[in-house]
């Protein structure tokens, strides 16, 4: 199978949004009146970024799922988007489920595939993805002000602790991925039962892009970003683009983690000073979540809440910010906790 | 050297054109009004597309040139590109002459490096690249029309010729590359001096881009396409989407590759008719020149060569188009030739 039939048999579908889609050296978007383009790529390496083993339709969705956060978390809707593609051999068991994958999310969130490239190498995938945003409305890491609120969707830690748990069962560490703050390989592992593992499994592997959250953040968010590289991370370029500091509730910042399946067992562990470090540790420093991080005014408390319920997103309030650079732990009393996270160390270096 | 470092140290530069660049989730571009966005992207494999011990300043040229090429092709002008990167290594002195290639020629054109994505893993260099068109002008594969004529910008078969004598006196093959047709590598070889080698080679390693050219041919080219696979695969591409075939003068296409340095040795060539069939070889099938092929009705030769003028680019009429279909190679007399190449083959097997 040549490069040109596996374009057409995998990847060329119809662009009905597109001025023009594959098929010639390059596509043609024309962007609707009084909206920008926001634009992101992101390359995910075999062996860094998933398993070679890897289920190739998880990893299909993944592979644009990753982009689709980034639109997210600009308050950009999807429209189009390109792939590159390295492949070691051209394998049609491999590229059906791969593209179904793909594609199904794709179409869920009608973004059209318009252009890519396809070659032999080691396996190596490169979306760039297009959205459309209404012109000065799109949601930017700088806009962050003091006594804005820093809100986190859905949950955190699942994501970093199904990679833990994979890592080690595996006995080898993969060579570790770039992304990753090394806290999560090192750490201490929760206990997961295999259903718990196969459920975390599915947020490491399936992510969910926040999109429908960020198109409603819109006009109320004051700044987001998404967290792909562990909540310290990724608040900290927006503390950083924002030239402020915040401080985060460790007690609502725990609740992430186990807001969903790990509760009970969460309950139990928080009792352990030692654990609750080990949970922070995850829910602070976990990549490869996909929820957003984002900040509003406190009058925007209301809009933050129609927000969460329009786009159906379960969204927590953690922390705050402020005019002081830095970021500050804080128990449920408001004192400052001690903690210090290797990932809290990269980010501390930066501010 | 960390992801954010290097991004920071090499790849964030100004951006005045784009709303927003480098740094956010998302960059943000804003057409201007009654202009279309062109977009391609194009992967670049360590091995395939390239040697690995070859010079970074010129890779960084070439990743981009090739994807400026897409633009040319379609007569649209650069705006934006974005570079994700996958490296074995952070390693600055890779790094900043790669950097330097690559950004002296986005300054050349105006095309804002506006975000990418760097991670470890084995050498990737995928770019997306940005141009804009007027709404409808954009230069496309499908418009050809019997009785348009079959152009050529500059000379062809240095570069594929250059990357013939470079595989030969390695003394081995690294593979082939997935879009260089097999004739390349299997043909004779024409003899080189050490000088015309390093000039063909200076044609393989740093491409020149027909951007000029390009948007002169806007409203004057009925369609066109770059040279990247070789003028029968790409001038394939343009009859395939057409519904049209061709008839070539392989006079004119010889003097191609012997317009320029090799003019005298290639008179003397063609004095054997296996030596002809060779350089015809080497221009009708080999890879990598970047030059552009397009049709124009002969209302507009006028016009053709006014924008050859105009973008001080050379251009040769080696054809028309038919409106039979499949390509027919013609000698002085207009008498067909039943040369049989390769990449005859993989063409003709496809109208």
Redo the contacts between chains.
């Keep these: 199978m040549g490069?040109?039939d596996l374009i057409k048999r995998f990847f060329t579908r119809p662009t009905p949004r597109a001025?023009?889609g594959v098929?010639?050296?390059?596509?043609?978007?024309?962007?609707a009146p009084g909206m920008?383009?926001?634009?992101?790529?992101?390359?995910l390496?075999?062996?860094?970024?998933f398993f070679d083993d890897v289920d190739p339709r998880a990893l299909g969705h993944k592979a644009l799922a990753v982009n689709l956060s980034?639109?997210a978390?600009?308050g950009?809707s999807p429209v189009a988007f390109?792939?590159?593609?390295?492949l070691p051999e051209a394998d049609a068991a491999w590229l059906a489920p791969f593209s179904q994958g793909l594609l199904a999310l794709a179409d869920l969130h009608g973004c059209e595939l318009?252009?890519?490239?396809?070659?032999?190498?080691?396996l190596?995938i490169?979306i760039?993805v297009?959205?459309e945003?209404p012109?000065g409305q799109?949601l930017?890491?700088?806009g962050a002000q003091p006594a804005d609120e820093v809100y986190v969707s859905g949950t955190l830690g699942d994501a970093g602790l199904a990679l833990a748990h994979l890592l080690r069962d595996r006995a080898r560490l993969v060579?570790g991925r770039?992304?990753a703050p090394e806290s999560v390989a090192t750490a201490t592992l929760l206990p997961l039962s295999a259903d718990d593992l196969a459920q975390a499994r599915l947020r490491l592997e399936w992510p969910t892009p926040r999109v429908a959250l960020g198109t409603a953040l819109r006009g109320i968010a004051s700044a987001?970003?998404?967290i792909s590289d562990g909540l310290l991370g990724d608040l900290g370029h927006i503390l950083e683009?924002s030239g402020v500091g915040a401080s985060l509730d460790t007690t609502a910042a725990l609740a992430l983690l186990g807001r969903q399946r790990y509760w009970a067992t969460t309950q139990a562990l928080l009792a352990s000073e030692a654990l609750r470090q080990t949970v922070l540790q995850h829910v602070l420093g976990g990549g490869d979540d996909y929820e957003l991080v984002f900040t509003a005014p406190i009058s925007q408390r209301a809009g933050v809440q129609a927000a969460a319920v329009a786009s159906n997103t379960p969204v927590t309030r953690i922390g705050q910010i402020d005019a002081l650079p830095g970021l500050r732990l804080l128990n449920a009393q408001g004192e400052r906790l001690d903690y210090h996270f290797q990932s809290f160390d990269h980010f501390a270096a930066?501010v």
């Design positions: 490069e040109f001025v023009l098929g010639d050296d390059c596509a043609l978007l024309q962007a920008q383009m926001a634009i992101s790529t992101d390359m390496v075999s062996g860094r970024h980034d639109l978390a600009c950009a390109t792939l590159a593609l390295a318009i252009g890519g490239d396809t070659t032999q190498g080691p190596n490169c760039t297009f959205g945003v012109q799109a930017l890491r700088s060579g770039a992304d987001a970003a998404d683009r930066k």
